[in-house]
């Protein structure tokens, strides 16, 4: 008892500091960001980006206090409220809820419930790895201050709103040094990316073991050697034992894009080899991965039927969406994941990258136009 009571308070400590950091991290971020000046003809686009961050912090806030508010209700089923309560007994209660319950093994259990969660999932875990290494190549050549803040957010935190952040800086930064480029260790990055690929597979593993347990029995369960061939029907909860570790690598493999990059003088940015910079490459690679694991992902979620050829989008009322507010969890990480989407699309479009278009040239247009 002396050991689970001690485990129960080690968690809970984790679970508010966890809170804690997340409010110093934004507040760094915020700070860094306020400090640097707003160019006058980029107020717009600062506006729009940091409206998204905004509002992606605002989705965050309610989806995660619906993820706690859904789990204090599941611990009162088994904990009633005491009747009469008051501030006291209430503080007193959510202190009790936060040293037995188990929020964030529920959460990742909840993630990865069924193939349908694991969609969400995924793409919202695929979207943070490219979003890192987009903050780490341009973050490490644009000299974006305190960087490791921003992996600090994407590690606690959804990854849009570190994402909206990133460029909100990098619109109030000066431009950076056109003789001056990024590299990254190919090798390396793309098998911090294969790796984290891999941690994803292992955490929906056990699901498609339980396909192939449907459609091929007899085969399945002559593997001895597999743990989910044999015995009776698997239970998530059975699985979380193996399900966190697996959370905790792949996490620690979004902090490598901070200290891959490297500057290298004398390189110019606005010419690569044929295939494109190290960064472009790395981010087809994530590209590829993301859309091979979808696709994984949906052929197993209809039992590997392999006469049904239609889309995932296709069903997006029936398959996906009912999904999305299946469960707090998922409904944080597939809205975080159409914001980071909708925020990549906000900036690598005209609007953005035309007008950050250098000084010269633009004044060079602005001299033919008064002529």
């Known amino acids: 008892m002396e050991e689970q009571a001690a485990t129960n308070l080690f968690g809970a400590l984790i679970f508010w500091l966890y809170i804690v950091l997340a409010l110093v991290f934004t507040s760094l971020v915020l700070e860094s960001i306020v400090r640097l000046p707003t160019p006058l003809e980029k107020r717009k686009r600062v506006l729009v980006f940091s409206s998204l961050a905004f509002f992606s912090f ?32 209430a503080l007193t209660t959510i202190w009790k809820w936060s040293i037995t319950s188990t929020l964030f093994k529920d ?94 597979l292992l955490a929906a593993f056990p699901l498609m073991w339980d396909v192939f347990d449907k459609v091929y029995p007899i085969t ?16 998530v909860e059975r699985d979380s034992r193996f399900l966190i570790p697996t959370i905790l690598v792949a996490r620690m493999l979004l902090l490598l894009p901070l200290f891959l990059p490297k500057l290298q003088r004398g390189a110019n940015t606005t010419s690569y080899p044929r295939g494109g910079s190290d960064m472009q490459i790395m981010q087809k690679l994530v590209t590829v991965c993301a859309l091979a694991m979808t696709a994984v992902v949906g052929r197993f979620s ?48 005209k609007w953005v990258q035309c007008g950050d278009a250098p000084r010269s040239s633009r004044s060079k247009r602005e001299d033919i136009k008064s002529k």
């Open 58 to 89: 605002a989705a965050l806030s309610f989806n995660m206090l619906h993820v706690l508010v859904y789990s204090f209700q599941l611990w009162t089923e088994d904990h009633p409220l005491p009747n009469g309560m008051n501030v006291g007994s």
């Open 107 to 200: 959460f990742g259990v909840a993630i990865v419930e069924d193939l349908r969660r694991f969609f969400w999932t995924q793409a919202a875990l695929w979207a943070t790895m490219s979003v890192c290494l987009y903050m780490g190549a341009k973050g490490v050549h644009r000299r974006v201050p305190r960087l490791w803040a921003y992996f600090a957010l994407s590690q606690i935190l959804p990854i849009s709103f570190a994402q909206n952040l990133f460029y909100v800086a990098l619109l109030k930064l000066p431009r950076g040094d056109s003789n001056t480029g990024v590299t990254l260790p190919r090798n390396i990055t793309a098998g911090v990316v294969l790796s984290y690929g891999a941690s994803l």
């Open 302 to 349: 209809r039992d590997l039927d392999f006469m049904r050829n239609e889309f995932l989008i296709m069903e997006f009322n029936d398959f996906l969406l009912p999904t999305l507010w299946s469960h707090p969890a998922v409904t944080s990480l597939g809205l975080d994941f159409l914001l980071s989407c909708i925020s990549a699309a906000g900036w690598v479009s």
């Open 220 to 235: 399945v369960r002559e593997i001895e050697a597999v743990p989910w061939g044999c015995g009776p029907p698997r239970k």
